[in-house]
DNA sequence: TCGATTTATCTCGACGTCAAGATAATGAAG
DNA sequence: CTTCATTATCTTGACGTCGAGATAAATCGA
């Protein structure tokens, strides 16, 4: 139960503005979608720089984690991993391309699937990985500290009812 | 009050997944922050689809509404509008030297501060972004339709205590 | 008043992403 | 077996963003 609500953030700012403006229109919408688009945006500044230290790049990091959670033997073709990180196939091709440049992931034909192919970790990208991911929870749960653990199981139940739509509908391989 | 939750999201599996994999780590701050990340980079798609139809890109849309919000005289500074849309000083000089080009806005240095710049939405730069505006409200209404009114004003709470933060500390010049 | 610091904007090269299309293999239907 | 639609990956060029640094004006302090 908490009584004091005096803060502020600058999506209350915009939406006071938009009442302002044009009083004829609801901006409520905003009062989410603007929080998760501009959350977003600050989300990612703070994982590049905790990625600098580890010298991993956000990009690289998002594919090996993939691989990673797969499990055994951790790879994946490059079209589920283009599905778990929204992402173009071309920028996907791209991505893997460098990743195996360094060292950090391996590419072989699908022995299935002649159009396919395999895009495994390496165990230095496992290892690379590991310790990145260790840093970023700390970082995240340091960011949630505001919330308690009931209001953060609120607040990812109710996220995951705007998500469901996009998740299940459409397998898009963009 | 409800009872249903048979429903899963790509994150709840990406979760499950990690717990397999490291049951060693704690990694519920996934189930929010990765959720953040991920409905933003839907609802981004959205928004280019979205203003698509009125021939307009996402990044012009951002300043645009900046300037309309703002008020008469529909001017601001380039360095309140990059603070207003999170993007770097470099980013914002590119961005309105194509929107002054496309005549949606004009430059003029302010007269009170000689090293600054005073950014004007023009007319038709007014009448672009209300017809664009108006537009993605009526969908981003569509999209939270799974929402009670009162669930979207929970999270928008939950939302704003993880952005004051952010939004308070740093008056961030990038 | 002078020098140092801060603030506001711009420049530019590197980089990652996207969209569209190319290639090639698979699967389905008759 | 042949044709057609689909699926998987890659190629390419255009584009937007970032980061670092340059310039210049304003502000602060002694």
Redesign the interface.
């Known amino acids: 139960m908490t009584f004091s ?1 005096p ?6 700012r ?1 939406v006071a ?2 009442k ?3 009083p004829d ?9 603007s ?10 500044r703070e994982r590049r720089a905790a990625f600098a230290s580890h010298d991993m790049e956000s990009w690289e990091f998002d594919v090996l984690t993939a691989l ?4 055994e033997p951790y790879e994946l073709s490059p079209g589920a991993l283009l599905r ?1 990180t ?1 992402v173009t196939s071309g920028t996907m091709t791209n991505r893997i391309d460098r990743l195996a440049a360094a060292g950090l992931v391996t590419r072989r034909p699908d022995p299935e699937d002649r159009r396919g192919v395999l895009v495994r970790l390496t165990p230095a990208g496992m290892h690379r990985v590991d310790a990145a ?2 840093d970023l ?1 700390r970082r ?2 340091e ?2 500290a ?2 308690e653990q009931h ?18 509908s459409d397998a898009a391989t963009h």
């Open positions: 609500r803060v502020e953030d600058e999506v209350d915009l503005a938009w302002q403006e044009r229109l609801d901006v409520t919408p905003l009062e989410v979608l929080r998760v688009s501009r959350l977003s945006r600050h989300l990612e990673r959670r797969a499990g778990a929204l991911f260790a929870l995240e749960r960011l949630l505001g919330l209001e953060q199981q609120a607040l990812a139940a109710l996220l995951r009812t705007l998500l469901v739509p996009f998740d299940t």
